[in-house]
Nanobody, 113 residues
């Protein structure tokens, strides 16, 4: 069983930055791809970014150039650095390990002036 615990959400102004963290339990973190999803009220959950076990990253078009996903395997942590935030980035952000379909509890990000 894997537990994913997110942190780092909160309130940011438009143009501001936040860094989300997701710590995974278990010893197999380094061999798995990891991802960040988000879900805004009334909308479907959408993939934001994914990182392979080797560190190769891919992003949804709306965050390219603003968000960066990276990982620290010894710390079993995946991060999402979010810069140049926009109000439309407001959502609950979820950490996800596809193998085993594990999800974190989510962390709220609100971008507002």
């Amino acid at each position: 069983q894997v537990q994913l615990v997110e942190s780092g959400g909160g309130l940011a102004q438009p143009g501001g930055s936040l860094r989300l963290s997701c710590v995974a339990s278990g010893s197999s973190f380094s061999v798995h791809n990891m991802a960040w999803y988000r879900q805004a009220p009334g909308k479907q959950r959408e993939l934001v970014a994914v990182i392979s076990k080797e560190g190769y990253a891919q992003y949804t078009d709306s965050v390219v150039g603003r968000f960066t996903i990276f990982r620290d395997n010894p710390q079993r942590t995946v991060y999402l650095q979010m810069n140049s935030l926009k109000p439309e980035d407001s959502a609950v952000y979820y950490c996800h390990q596809p193998v085993g379909a594990y999800w974190g509890q989510g962390t709220q990000v609100t971008v507002s002036s």
